[in-house]
């Protein structure tokens, strides 16, 4: 094959003949599959799907591109079918997408198959009718009757009687055949469909900006046309949304669309109202709540164009928008913005890739930026944009540390606690109770041998839930049933040490019996609807007392809430994971961000067995950014991100030992690949392997393999040349591994 170009035999064959299809296949193999075409090789344009024959199966892939066959072409096989006349996704997004297969070291298929919505993947058309309403036409509305077809005319009429267009849901409730009655009325032009229309252009702005959010949506207004990158740092309430919908108005209005990417699905529905109302424009979401019909409508309406905004989460940030003008990424730090397994993409910094070669402004918003992007901003990356009041006038909650220790604590809860907690409910205001950790209580331990009942699986213990009469692990999800007895020494005294969110839930409605309280974690939302039914409870007033987890922390709005309890503050303080107090502080201050909303002010009370502790003194006293700056410090002198690059193999065995040799083997082979690099071998260092902070997991043994390097390109080379031999070495067959680049912990 090698010297054929000029060669008469080259000129005289058919160029098909010798051209194969390079098609990525959602498949653990970290390269892509030789096929050979199925009629012209021009019609396999880059970006459209193919089926094909693999293994015993027929799967759907991307075609990637075409090129000289570089094995024996007897040996290929054809392609089954061509899915596409032109690409599901646009040379824009097939860059993105093999860039973060590169750069993330992951199977390009398998970063194709996160892009596409499930109904392309699995080779549905891409022709999807969107969902429309129904109206009459003028035919129909002189049409009173129809004989012989009293559902027809049953079903005209009702549409008559709610003026204006019906949905096919509301149809569906007045007679369940509608999709068969109403196909004949629409043949006979009596009915036809109507597509809500939308006019950004007659959007009005609710709320006049004040100084800070006018500034900051001029400084985005001024570049619009090009790469930019703005970090709007603003306390809670302080109105970046406000900043968002601003800018958005006038990238809607000059013909372009935006794409606005969420850590949580919990946060679409009340930034959606808000873009729909505002804007008057249509807003697409996408995120795992929907059903893949769903799914398919909206990733649709974002590539044919007709979708002003695309609000989601993560993997939204791989979808085409030809027009697109805006990126927005809210709660930029959070870390479910970064996939945990699978392809371990980060949302937000392929936003920012994407923006950067797309030429238009992305925002990265938050209260309390990521240690990342406050650094990116002081090498002058980004252009901080702060907003440090709250926009509708209330003030700033009062954050006070108390003693979370001995005699000053009652079922967990603090007596300075306790004693506000009467004031403000004798006032008529909302507590919200937050503790991190749900279940009854966190350790079931033996008064007789002091022995815990443990998780046989994890390396850990099981939590008590009081209410299921269940010891679950939160690690793994066993569960058996509370013991009556010590499994060790068969007493029958066992105590409950530690609070979670149902002991403190039982404790506060025991003691302010006059009190609704209410509790808002994963166990007492886990039936659909019903985060809904307590966040409702939680925002009217209703419920008094709210005790939850994160759920609590994040997003919502509980203008009632005057008091702030945040116990066990202090986990943070001693996690073993690096990020681990950065994370305590984002955290303490979204719980406390709830807090006085309205125009009541609000006090929050950070309990904590270590109340001294000098960061946490900063935090409460001087705030998030002096909090940050301290932290950067101390990254910086011990070398951990932003000012290193990290990358974490991980490796989990059924065996004991199993993991660790494999990672030996792999630090073994890194060094003899690597050995006459001299960058490499100057810059990375490999540190393990050392078993996980949790050793057993689900009945796994968990170890690690860490690679630092203080510039990003020799740790690429290494992990480029590590990479195959990860999958091919004998021993990859009795270990699960993982690699994992810029890992948001080291669990
Ligand atoms: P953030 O996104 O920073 O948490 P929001 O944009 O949600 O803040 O604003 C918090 C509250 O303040 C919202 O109810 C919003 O409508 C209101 N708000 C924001 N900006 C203004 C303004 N300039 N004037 C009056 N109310 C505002
Ligand atoms: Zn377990």
Redesign the pocket.
């Known amino acids: 094959m090698q010297e054929k170009s000029g060669s008469l035999l080259f000129d005289e064959l058919d160029q098909d003949e010798l051209t194969i299809v390079k098609v990525a296949i959602a498949v653990p193999l970290s390269r892509s599959f030789d096929y050979l075409p199925d009629g012209p090789v021009k019609k396999y344009l880059p970006g459209c799907r193919v089926r094909v024959p693999f293994g015993r199966m027929q799967k759907v892939g991307v075609v990637l591109g075409t090129g000289p066959a570089t094995i024996e072409i007897s040996k290929l096989k054809k392609v089954t079918e061509l899915l596409d006349v032109s690409p599901v996704l646009p040379d824009e997004i097939l860059e993105l997408v093999n860039w973060a297969a590169a750069y993330y070291h992951h199977p390009v298929g398998e970063a194709f198959a996160t892009a596409l919505p499930i109904m392309l993947r699995k080779g549905s058309s891409k022709e999807i009718e969107r969902p429309c309403d129904y109206a009459l036409t003028d035919a129909g509305q002189a049409t009173l009757e129809i004989k012989r077809a009293p559902a027809q005319a049953a079903l005209l009429n009702f549409i008559r009687s709610s003026d204006g267009a019906v949905s096919a849901a509301e149809c569906r409730l007045f007679d369940d055949r509608w999709s068969t009655v109403i196909k004949p009325l629409i043949k006979k032009e009596l009915v036809k469909k109507v597509w809500p229309e939308y006019n950004p252009n007659e959007s009005t702005p ?5 100084e800070e ?1 006018r500034l900051a949506s001029e400084k985005l207004h001024e570049n619009l046309d090009h790469y930019y990158c703005a970090l709007i740092d ?10 968002y919908l601003d800018v958005a108005r006038t990238v809607i209005q000059a013909g372009k669309q935006v794409l606005v990417v969420l850590p949580e699905i919990g946060l679409t529905p009340q930034l959606v109202a ?1 873009f729909r109302t505002a804007l008057a424009c249509q807003v697409e979401v996408l995120h795992s709540g929907l059903n893949d019909t769903e799914r398919m409508l909206a990733w649709h309406a974002a590539a044919d164009g007709s979708a002003h905004v695309l609000i989601g989460t993560r993997s939204a940030v791989f979808t085409p928008m030809p027009g697109l003008g805006l990126i927005v990424v ?1 709660e930029e730090h959070d870390g479910s913005l970064k996939q945990q397994d699978g392809f371990r993409y980060q949302a937000r910094d392929l936003a920012l890739l994407r923006a950067r070669k797309a030429k238009i402004p992305i925002a990265l ?1 938050s ?1 309390t930026p990521s240690l990342e992007s406050l650094h990116n901003a002081q090498k002058g990356l980004y252009e901080t944009l702060y ?1 440090r009041n ?5 003030k700033l909650p009062k954050m006070i540390s108390v003693d979370g220790r001995g005699s000053e604590v009652d079922q967990g809860l603090s007596r300075r606690l306790l004693l506000l907690m009467d004031e403000v409910l004798a006032r008529g205001e909302q507590v919200m109770v937050f503790i991190n950790r749900r279940g009854y209580a966190p350790v079931l331990m033996c008064e007789a041998c002091k022995s815990i009942a443990d998780c046989d699986h994890c390396d850990a213990h099981m939590t008590v839930h009081a209410y299921s009469g269940r010891l679950r692990c939160h690690h793994c999800g066993a569960e058996r049933a509370v013991p009556l007895a010590c499994g060790a020494c068969e007493a029958t005294e066992l105590v409950n040490v530690g609070v979670g969110t149902e002991r403190i839930d039982e404790f506060l409605s025991e003691k302010f019996p006059d009190y609704k309280v209410l509790r808002i974690d994963r166990d007492s939302t886990r039936r659909k609807g019903e985060l809904q039914k307590h966040l409702a409870a939680a925002t009217d007033g209703s419920a008094n007392i709210l005790v939850g987890t994160q759920m609590l922390a994040k997003g919502h ?1 509980f203008p009632l809430v005057t008091l702030v309890g945040v116990i066990d503050a202090d986990r943070g303080l001693f996690g073993s994971d690096f990020r681990a107090v950065e994370q305590m502080g984002q955290l303490i201050l979204q719980v406390a ?1 709830r807090a006085g ?1 309205a125009k009541k002010p609000g006090v929050v009370l950070v309990q904590s067995r270590n109340p001294d502790h000098p960061l946490l003194q900063v935090l409460l006293a001087e705030g998030y950014t002096e909090f940050a700056n301290q932290l950067l410090e101390e990254r910086q002198l011990a070398q951990w991100p932003p000012f290193v690059y990290v990358a974490l193999l991980r490796a989990e065995s059924v065996s004991k030992e199993g993991a660790k040799q494999y990672l030996s083997e792999m630090k073994r082979l890194i060094r003899s690949l690597t050995d006459a690099d001299a960058e490499i071998k100057s810059k990375v260092s490999v540190l393990g392997p050392a078993h996980a902070p949790m050793e057993r997991l689900a009945g796994r043994y968990r170890a690690q393999l860490l690679f630092l390097s203080p510039v990003r390109k020799p740790l690429h080379k290494m992990l480029a040349s590590l990479r195959p031999n990860l999958e091919i070495h004998p021993l990859s067959r009795k270990v699960r591994w993982s690699l994992d680049i810029d890992p948001h912990d080291m669990l």
């Open positions: 609710v709320v006049t900006l004040n959010q603003g306390i809670t309430g302080s109105g970046k949304t406000e900043v808000r809210d918003g209260a907003l709250r926009a509708a006038g209330a709005n961000g909303r």
